[in-house]
């Protein structure tokens, strides 16, 4: 809080006027909330629901922020992400009494969204900074990294949040408008499902041929309940789903590849995917050798990776194919920022299901957005309390109650991420 004094200027106004905007909880809205005003779009009625809802959205992170442990706060890559912050705060706030009814209020805000949008584009990599560099010179007790994994969650949520209502208002009304295509915004009323899995394996593939010099081939199944011939669409952002199974097939090649190392052919990953009537659901199989159940709550905790760590001396080396710990938690967040999921099953010894939930209705794909309260609070406050289940490990063995916790995630990451291009995806969005 003390950076955000100093970076507010006017100090006592200025955290009034955040603690006023953090009062009030974040407006989800549904696919088809989009997709309905994106059809008879209106450039100020945007604004003026923006003008309101983007200072709500960034003030409830800010004040989550502020209740970090006061170490991971001073690191200084998060002091950077905070002042990011503040500064789109304050820019964005100059306009609550704009009435937005000439083209130039309206150009001006388009342009204070295109400098915030470029601001926050490295706050992934910047925050994951921070946690390394607090790791490395604090180093991590179980409280704090539960609160470091929930908070984590809640800025990359709320930044996903915000840059989809960024993105809907520059794609519909910015300068930079593209010539007539079927896309709402971000949005595609009618993304091909399958055309999306397969741009993610080519991609994933390209990466998989450079490091392993082969990759795993690719068989598809789709059910739609009808009849063939079979397109599955639905109504998505398809740059959020390319993420998704971009990140699930990196790992999918990556297990293949390591588990049959001198095999001559590898076993293909087989995709399926289903549409339901609640449901759009796919699924990733492979027979890379699964996980152990022991390790499966680690798998979306940010940094860990059993991969070795991306030589980041290397400027000519394009993206790894792994090695940040962030393919995964980042890969659920997407999914369930409209009401979706992403779970790992594991068979230990042969593979690895993943499967990716989405609303089929766009009318029930509402945004998930973390909200300030008194339970966030709480919870910085209180951090987690003892466990009132006996440990899984003996009582005459070293281990701590939590199993594979802090510890474990120290001995299996093998080092930590680099700063740049730590999710392919994450920048297009
Ligand atoms: N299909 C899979 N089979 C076996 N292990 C997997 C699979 N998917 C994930 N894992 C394990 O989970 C770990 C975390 O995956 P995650 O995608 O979050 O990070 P990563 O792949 O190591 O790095 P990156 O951030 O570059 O994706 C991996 O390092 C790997 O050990
Ligand atoms: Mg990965």
Same mark, same amino acid.
């Given at each position: 809080?003390?950076?955000?004094?100093?970076?507010?200027?006017?100090?006592?106004?200025?955290?009034?006027?955040?603690?006023?905007?953090?009062?009030?909880?974040?407006?989800?809205?549904?696919?088809?909330?989009?997709?309905?005003?994106?059809?008879?779009?209106?450039?100020?009625?945007?604004?003026?629901?923006?003008?309101?809802?983007?200072?709500?959205?960034?003030?409830?992170?800010?004040?989550?922020?502020?209740?970090?442990?006061?170490?991971?706060?001073?690191?200084?890559?998060?002091?950077?992400?905070?002042?990011?912050?503040?500064?789109?705060?304050?820019?964005?706030?100059?306009?609550?009494?704009?009435?937005?009814?000439?083209?130039?209020?309206?150009?001006?805000?388009?342009?204070?969204?295109?400098?915030?949008?470029?601001?926050?584009?490295?706050?992934?990599?910047?925050?994951?900074?921070?946690?390394?560099?607090?790791?490395?010179?604090?180093?991590?007790?179980?409280?704090?990294?539960?609160?470091?994994?929930?908070?984590?969650?809640?800025?990359?949520?709320?930044?996903?949040?915000?840059?989809?209502?960024?993105?809907?208002?520059?794609?519909?009304?910015?300068?930079?408008?593209?010539?007539?295509?079927?896309?709402?915004?971000?949005? #595609?009323? +009618?993304?091909?499902? !399958?055309?999306?899995?397969?741009?993610? %394996?080519?991609?994933?593939?390209? @990466?998989?041929?450079? $490091?392993?010099?082969?990759?795993?081939?690719?068989?598809?199944?789709?059910?739609?309940?009808?009849?063939?011939?079979?397109?599955?669409?639905?109504?998505?952002?398809?740059?959020?789903?390319?993420?998704?199974?971009?990140?699930?097939?990196?790992?999918?090649?990556?297990?293949?590849?390591?588990?049959?190392?001198?095999?001559?052919?590898?076993?293909?990953?087989?995709?399926?995917?289903?549409?339901?009537?609640?449901?759009?659901?796919?699924?990733?199989?492979?027979?890379?050798?699964?996980?152990?159940?022991?390790?499966?709550?680690?798998?979306?905790?940010?940094?860990?990776?059993?991969?070795?760590?991306? #030589?980041? +001396?290397?400027?000519? !080396?394009?993206?790894?194919?792994?090695? %940040?710990?962030?393919?995964?938690? @980042?890969?659920?967040? $997407?999914?369930?920022?409209?009401?979706?999921?992403?779970?790992?099953?594991?068979?230990?010894?042969?593979?690895?299901?993943?499967?990716?939930?989405?609303?089929?209705?766009?009318?029930?794909?509402?945004?998930?957005?973390?909200?300030?309260?008194?339970?966030?609070?709480?919870?910085?406050?209180?951090?987690?309390?003892?466990?009132?289940?006996?440990?899984?490990?003996?009582?005459?063995?070293?281990?701590?109650?939590?199993?594979?916790?802090?510890?474990?995630?120290?001995?299996?990451?093998?080092?930590?991420?680099?700063?740049?291009?730590?999710?392919?995806?994450?920048?297009?969005?």
């Amino acid at each position: 809080m003390r950076l955000t004094r100093r970076l507010l200027g006017d100090v006592s106004k200025t955290l009034k006027v955040l603690d006023f905007f953090s009062q009030y909880n974040p407006s989800p809205l549904s696919i088809k909330q989009f997709i309905d005003f994106g059809q008879n779009a209106c450039e100020r009625k945007s604004f003026l629901f923006l003008r309101k809802e983007l200072p709500v959205r960034l003030a409830n992170i800010m004040k989550e922020i502020s209740l970090l442990p006061e170490n991971l706060q001073h690191m200084p890559s998060v002091e950077m992400v905070q002042s990011w912050y503040v500064q789109s705060f304050a820019d964005l706030v100059t306009f609550v009494k704009v009435e937005g009814d000439n083209e130039d209020d309206l150009n001006r805000f388009c342009e204070t969204l295109d400098r915030v949008k470029d601001r926050h584009r490295s706050v992934v990599e910047t925050m994951a900074q921070g946690v390394m560099e607090m790791r490395d010179s604090h180093g991590f007790d179980n409280t704090t990294e539960n609160s470091i994994q929930y908070f984590l969650d809640r800025l990359y949520m709320s930044r996903i949040g915000i840059r989809m209502l960024i993105n809907q208002h520059s794609l519909l009304f910015g300068k930079n408008i593209v010539s007539p295509s079927k896309h709402i915004g971000s949005i #595609d009323p +009618s993304c091909n499902v !399958v055309g999306v899995l397969k741009d993610a %394996y080519d991609n994933a593939r390209f @990466l998989c041929d450079q $490091y392993y010099m082969d990759s795993p081939d690719l068989e598809i199944n789709m059910n739609n309940g009808s009849t063939l011939p079979q397109v599955i669409e639905m109504c998505y952002v398809p740059s959020h789903l390319y993420h998704i199974l971009f990140e699930l097939f990196k790992n999918s090649m990556r297990a293949v590849m390591e588990c049959h190392v001198d095999a001559e052919n590898h076993p293909s990953i087989k995709a399926t995917v289903c549409l339901g009537t609640e449901d759009v659901t796919i699924k990733i199989s492979d027979a890379g050798g699964g996980i152990p159940r022991s390790r499966t709550d680690l798998l979306f905790q940010y940094l860990y990776s059993t991969a070795p760590r991306p #030589d980041s +001396s290397d400027v000519n !080396v394009s993206a790894p194919l792994a090695g %940040y710990g962030y393919g995964l938690p @980042l890969s659920r967040l $997407y999914a369930r920022y409209f009401q979706g999921d992403l779970q790992l099953y594991s068979s230990e010894g042969y593979g690895s299901d993943a499967m990716v939930y989405l609303k089929a209705l766009s009318s029930e794909a509402n945004e998930l957005l973390p909200v300030f309260n008194k339970t966030t609070t709480k919870f910085y406050k209180q951090g987690i309390t003892m466990s009132d289940w006996t440990s899984s490990q003996s009582v005459y063995s070293n281990g701590n109650a939590r199993g594979f916790s802090a510890q474990a995630v120290r001995s299996y990451r093998t080092g930590p991420c680099r700063q740049h291009c730590l999710t392919a995806g994450a920048a297009l969005v």
